[in-house]
């Protein structure tokens, strides 16, 4: 691999012991990935920011990287965490869970790193060019990035985000190679796909057959916020691609996802017929998605022994509330958390999960170990109104 002087320099510890191991990552994934050079980027999203998934050894990691006085070289932003750091209490955490995860925000923050905490920073926070190079883990963000703003990524590990975002430095292999970018596989729509849910479980399907092939999606196009996220959140639940493409010229083997596709993985997915807590915000809810919420519980309460989480990041939240949407939705009864969401968070495993995104269902059902309902977002919200 052929690096510049910089770069060089950099892996020989010139620039500091913090720098020298990030570069030390970039470099080995390069020559895993037989790159032959180094490009640089103009942002990093970092995943594992929950002390759930990190745990003491990342806390660790990360603590002792932060000692070393590096910062980052990009803007750099992070992942939801396992709580609202606001209002943690209401979630039901305790206060040691509450102290392991500030420190992971503090340690991310003295590396530099906007402690964003969402999911969606395409929306607000770190939003890409048309073109631009990144490196970006969550999975969802990716193949949003990739797929619909055609920005640039690999899906990249926490640590290789954050070693990017430290060097300001990517491996030019896979996703950044134009090359690398056609579709191996198609998948044709027998039927009008409308609305997030649909588009969620159209994503879901397309990972599954498609696997580590980039897919051509034939006879349907997200056109809404919400139904690109849930796209882009079902095809990063179960495949490994990073992305997907909506138009191509060369013939395909192709793959036909039909009703009855979409009732078999709706009913795989939806174990159950109740649930405790409705959960909307996977990925995390944009304004247009709280304003719709907002207007169906307008002047009305949820029943008794029900809990709905909405979750988002604070970019929309401040929005939102500049609206005046969180007074309403609070007013129901709903609870509204930034920074965090139910599948990072502790939850506790005995709970009914009713959720509008496969991405949730096919995570809570493996992490949590909880059961699912799965049906669209109003549908599930009009059924726990007064
Ligand atoms: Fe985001 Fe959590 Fe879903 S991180 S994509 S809301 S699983």
Redesign the pocket.
């Known amino acids: 691999m052929i690096l510049t002087r910089e770069e060089e320099d950099m892996l020989n510890g010139v620039y500091g012991d913090g720098l020298r191991r990030a570069m030390k990552i970039i470099v080995g994934l390069g020559k895993i990935e037989n790159a032959s050079r180094l490009i640089d980027v103009k942002s990093a999203h970092i995943s594992g920011v929950s002390y759930s998934n990190i745990g003491d050894e990342g806390l660790e990691f990360l603590e002792e990287l932060a000692s070393l006085n590096v910062k980052v070289r990009v803007p750099t932003t992070l992942?939801?965490c396992g709580i609202d750091l606001a209002k943690w209490r209401l979630m039901g955490v305790d206060d040691e869970y509450y102290s392991k995860q500030v420190k992971v925000i503090k340690a991310y923050e003295a590396l530099g790193v906007k402690a964003t905490c969402t999911?969606t920073p395409y929306l607000h926070d770190n939003v890409p060019m048309r073109g631009d190079h990144i490196a970006w883990s969550?999975s969802?963000a990716v193949i949003y990035a990739n797929t619909f703003i055609k920005a640039y990524t690999n899906k990249e590990s926490g640590i290789s985000a954050l070693a990017s975002a430290l060097t300001g430095k990517t491996a030019y292999y896979g996703l950044h190679d134009d090359e690398k970018r056609k579709p191996e596989i198609a998948v044709r729509a027998r039927f009008k796909v409308r609305g997030a849910l649909e588009f969620s479980v159209l994503g879901y399907f397309t990972g599954r057959v498609s696997e580590a092939r980039i897919p051509l999606i034939l006879g349907a196009h997200p056109r809404t916020i919400p139904e690109k996220k849930q796209f882009s959140?079902g095809l990063s639940a179960s495949g490994s691609v990073g992305m997907a493409l909506f138009k191509w010229g060369e013939e395909l083997e192709t793959i036909d996802f039909d009703r009855d596709m979409f009732k078999s993985i709706i009913n795989d997915l939806s174990v159950e017929d109740d649930f405790n807590i409705l959960f909307l915000?996977?990925?995390?809810l944009c304004l247009e998605e709280i304003e719709e919420i907002a207007r169906v519980v307008k002047g009305r309460r949820i029943v008794r022994g029900r809990e709905v989480w909405l979750?988002t990041s604070r970019s929309i939240y401040t929005q939102a509330f500049n609206k005046g949407l969180i007074k309403i939705v609070e007013e129901a009864g709903l609870k509204v958390f930034v920074d965090t969401?139910l599948?990072?968070s502790p939850l506790k495993p005995i709970q009914v999960i009713g959720t509008n995104?496969v991405?949730?269902a096919h995570?809570i059902r493996s992490m949590h170990k909880a059961n699912v309902k799965i049906a669209e977002a109003i549908a599930l919200l009009r059924g726990v109104l007064e």
């Open positions: 992942n939801p999911c969550e969802s959140a915000g996977c990925p995390h979750c969401c599948i990072v995104a991405k949730t995570y």
